[in-house]
């Protein structure tokens, strides 16, 4: 790959967007573009066709999604559905008839079935039901995932599909309404802590277990996958490691210095009991983190900090 190839970053304000944009740069690579969703609308295919024959990017990394965690996927299914499947459409098809080479799909682990068994291979695809939390959103992405691979098989075309675990870092969203768990853990200790220490009430009985991936290392897989041409369609990218969100909540209350009651919620859902990805066929490859949970839960909380008056006036 060298590194004035034209690559277009689809959700490069976002924070896995931004996060590989600032790895691609620190890499050398001098023709990244990207384009905000004033710019254009990724859910508008006649946009999307006009911005590739202007542009012509010789290689596409879709980061672009509506996200959200269980609140915000349970209370909007269509939008989940419906404005991914729309996203992840528009730039495959118009990259497979504008001839792009090579295209970066990023998805989630939600892909695979609610009690599939630990550690979750790439295999075990579509051989059970979803989780019904997110199964939307998990549907498009499963959609996006096949879409890439029909245009591999068919058309030869080095099309692949990155799988990631729970990502966190820098530029996350830290509205309690529509963030994840991580990010929505850290505001509310902070703001406990902020408020003589508070008590904290947190969703569910926190025995779930889930694996934690900072944002910088899939850039990295996102890197590798860019420099080198994979051998098989779908690859789950993550640590291998897992904790349950009771010690999440706890490694991330030490961090920020809260020292108030935790109260866990039972009344409201946990979401699949275990997500843990089996990693090794990106292991066999070269591909591995470097960051580990507690460094990367540091970075985050002092970009937080120093972020924090954009975070204010977001609803609480």
């Not at 024959?53 to 999604?65: L, R």
């Not at 909007?76 to 970066?104: C, G, H, R, T, W």
């Not at 879409?147 to 675990?165: E, G, H, W």
């Not at 210095?257 to 997500?275: A, F, L, M």
Request: charged share 25%; proline share 4%.
């Amino acid at each position: 790959m060298n590194k004035d190839t034209k690559i277009y970053i689809a959700g490069h304000k976002g924070m896995v967007g931004s996060a590989i944009w600032r790895t691609l740069t620190e890499k050398g690579y001098t023709n990244l573009i990207g384009s905000s969703s004033k710019e254009l609308d990724l859910r508008n295919q006649q946009e999307v066709t006009a911005f590739m024959a202007k542009e012509k990017p010789e290689v596409i990394i879709d980061a672009a999604a509506k996200v959200g965690g269980i609140l915000a996927n349970n209370d909007f299914p269509y939008q989940f559905l419906m404005e991914n499947m729309q996203i992840q459409n528009n730039l495959i098809d118009s990259a497979m008839k504008s001839d792009v080479e090579k295209f970066i799909f990023l998805g989630s682990s939600c892909i695979y079935p609610k009690l599939a068994p630990q550690p979750l291979k790439e295999e075990y695809l579509l051989t059970d039901t979803l989780e019904p939390t997110n199964e939307w959103y998990a549907i498009a992405k499963i959609t996006g995932v096949k879409a890439c691979q029909a245009i591999r098989k068919q058309f030869n075309k080095d099309y692949v599909s990155l799988m990631p675990t729970n990502l966190y870092g820098t530029h996350d969203n830290f509205d309690l309404t529509s963030s994840h768990v991580l990010p929505a853990m850290m505001r509310k200790f902070h703001e406990a802590k902020m408020n003589n220490n508070a008590p904290v009430t947190l969703w569910g009985s926190g025995t779930p277990m889930r694996e934690f991936l900072f944002v910088d290392d899939m850039a990295q897989s996102v890197v590798f996958a860019l420099e080198n041409k994979l051998p098989d369609y779908l690859y789950n990218v993550g640590t291998g490691e897992d904790l349950t969100i009771r010690q999440l909540a706890e490694t991330i209350q030490k961090i920020i210095g809260h020292q108030g009651e935790i109260i866990w919620d039972s009344s409201k859902p946990d979401g699949t009991p275990r997500k843990l990805m089996d990693i090794s066929k990106m292991h066999a490859l070269g591909w591995k983190h470097q960051v580990q949970l507690e460094e990367g839960i540091q970075k985050t909380y002092t970009w937080f900090l120093e972020n924090i008056d954009q975070f204010k006036e977001v609803k609480m």
